[in-house]
């Protein structure tokens, strides 16, 4: 089981660092602000003095932390950039996340200043020439340290801090706009649940994200595609505005940063607590488990053909429901020839699973 503290591994500085490498850290650090709004977006004030680990800082705590740990780290760079080989000195954080700013305040105070604080420290860190990137600075416990390592860090800071918030919202299914969730997760209408629909409080409380091949390619594609393609062009077209207009052709494209750097943090937690099951090669049998193709007939004889899949395949259109819908639950675990009740959402109904199959194929 992985370490909760380190949901994305613990920080090595790199051996080497490369012009590619740099601009990649820019990049990161450009998105952080973005990647935190997204992911703590529709928390209550409970959801956000959560802690995200047995232990840990609360979810609110961490959003505060990260700003007071860019300042720091900003503040460095600059020293660094203008002085010859400073000492710094450090925080005590976990002090400083005990203070009342940093246990009480609204997380959208830190959410605007770690969006101006970056705003000007990309734009400090995009101007720096290579040989101000070998500058360094002397840290109480790290030793002398390049400004290009340094980058390495805070690259890697973002992101770690952003992935405590998405693992547990994961974990405890706090799923929602921020995370890029698909409106097929949810009802306008609460009071008449659809079958198969998955509510946000219904999906599964465990680590265990069961999914098909084919929906675990794609989610894999979906993150390629945004992270290589997507992510890049909307960082491109922030760079490039400029003039009097920047500000209303800026405004749409960070909406659509933060939509992206959502889905980006829902679909990467995803793909980490993804466990594959893949229903063609379960051994012959008239059971019904995850991933059965399954025909049945309710009380009226009207026949229909559901697929068992994982929450993030779901597609009622092609019959695909997910696992831990109320009708898959009234389906796992029977067989073939049984009849099973169901609450539809029109009333008590009762069941007869006609037929079990398993294959690649679903009910198309």
Same mark, same amino acid.
């Given at each position: 089981?992985?370490?909760?503290?380190?949901?994305?591994? %613990?920080? &090595?500085?790199? /051996?080497?660092?490369?012009?590619?490498?740099?601009?990649?850290?820019?990049?990161?650090?450009?998105?952080?602000?973005?990647?935190?709004?997204?992911? #703590?977006?529709?928390?209550?004030?409970?959801?956000?003095?959560?802690?995200?680990?047995? $232990?840990?800082?609360? #979810?609110? &705590?961490?959003?505060?932390?990260?700003?007071?740990?860019?300042?720091? +780290?900003?503040?460095?760079? %600059?020293?660094?950039?203008?002085?010859?080989?400073?000492?710094?000195?450090?925080?005590?954080?976990?002090?400083?996340?005990?203070?009342?700013?940093?246990?009480?305040?609204? !997380?959208? !105070?830190?959410?605007?200043?770690?969006?101006?604080?970056? /705003?000007?420290?990309?734009?400090?860190?995009?101007?720096?020439?290579?040989? &101000?990137?070998?500058?360094?600075? #002397?840290?109480?416990?790290?030793?002398?340290?390049?400004?290009?390592?340094?980058?390495?860090?805070?690259?890697?800071?973002?992101?770690?801090?952003?992935?405590?918030?998405?693992?547990?919202?994961? @974990?405890?299914?706090?799923?929602?706009?921020?995370? $890029?969730? +698909?409106?097929?997760?949810?009802?306008?209408?609460?009071?008449?649940?659809?079958? $198969?629909?998955?509510?946000?409080?219904?999906?599964?409380?465990?680590?265990?994200?069961?999914?098909?091949?084919?929906?675990?390619?794609?989610?894999?594609?979906?993150?390629?595609?945004?992270?290589?393609?997507?992510?890049?062009?909307?960082?491109? &077209?922030?760079?490039?505005?400029?003039?009097?207009?920047?500000?209303?052709?800026?405004?749409?494209?960070?909406?659509?940063?933060? /939509?992206?750097?959502?889905?980006?943090?829902?679909?990467?937690?995803?793909?980490?607590?993804?466990?594959?099951?893949?229903?063609?090669?379960?051994? %012959?049998?008239?059971?019904?488990?995850?991933?059965?193709?399954?025909?049945?007939?309710?009380?009226?004889?009207?026949?229909?053909? #559901?697929?068992?899949?994982?929450?993030?395949?779901?597609?009622?259109?092609?019959?695909?429901?997910?696992?831990?819908?109320?009708?898959?639950?009234?389906?796992?675990?029977?067989?073939?020839?049984?009849?099973?009740?169901?609450?539809?959402?029109?009333?008590?109904?009762?069941? /007869?699973?006609?037929?079990?199959?398993?294959? @690649?194929?679903?009910?198309?």
């Amino acid at each position: 089981m992985s370490d909760p503290r380190f949901p994305i591994g %613990k920080f &090595q500085f790199p /051996e080497t660092v490369s012009e590619a490498d740099i601009a990649a850290y820019i990049d990161d650090i450009a998105a952080a602000p973005a990647q935190l709004r997204a992911a #703590v977006e529709g928390l209550n004030d409970e959801q956000l003095d959560t802690p995200y680990r047995d $232990g840990g800082w609360t #979810v609110r &705590q961490v959003v505060h932390h990260v700003p007071d740990s860019h300042m720091n +780290s900003y503040v460095r760079f %600059k020293l660094a950039a203008t002085e010859e080989n400073p000492r710094i000195t450090t925080y005590e954080e976990q002090l400083w996340a005990e203070l009342p700013d940093g246990k009480s305040l609204p !997380v959208e !105070v830190s959410l605007r200043l770690l969006e101006l604080l970056h /705003e000007r420290w990309v734009v400090f860190l995009r101007a720096l020439t290579p040989e &101000q990137l070998e500058r360094t600075f #002397v840290h109480p416990s790290l030793g002398q340290v390049t400004l290009k390592r340094n980058l390495a860090l805070y690259a890697w800071h973002g992101r770690h801090h952003v992935a405590h918030v998405t693992s547990l919202r994961a @974990a405890k299914g706090l799923v929602g706009a921020g995370l $890029g969730m +698909s409106k097929a997760f949810t009802k306008d209408n609460d009071d008449a649940p659809e079958e $198969g629909v998955v509510r946000v409080n219904e999906l599964p409380l465990t680590a265990k994200n069961y999914v098909t091949p084919r929906g675990f390619e794609a989610l894999t594609s979906e993150l390629r595609d945004l992270a290589d393609v997507e992510r890049p062009e909307v960082v491109r &077209q922030l760079n490039a505005a400029t003039g009097a207009s920047r500000e209303l052709e800026i405004q749409p494209l960070k909406r659509r940063q933060r /939509e992206i750097e959502g889905r980006i943090s829902y679909l990467t937690e995803r793909i980490r607590m993804a466990e594959i099951i893949d229903p063609a090669k379960r051994a %012959k049998t008239d059971r019904v488990f995850f991933g059965a193709t399954v025909v049945f007939a309710n009380r009226k004889s009207e026949r229909r053909t #559901v697929r068992i899949v994982g929450v993030d395949e779901m597609d009622i259109a092609k019959g695909y429901i997910t696992f831990v819908s109320p009708l898959a639950k009234a389906l796992l675990g029977a067989h073939e020839g049984d009849t099973v009740p169901f609450q539809a959402p029109g009333g008590k109904d009762e069941l /007869e699973i006609l037929e079990v199959r398993y294959g @690649a194929s679903g009910p198309e």
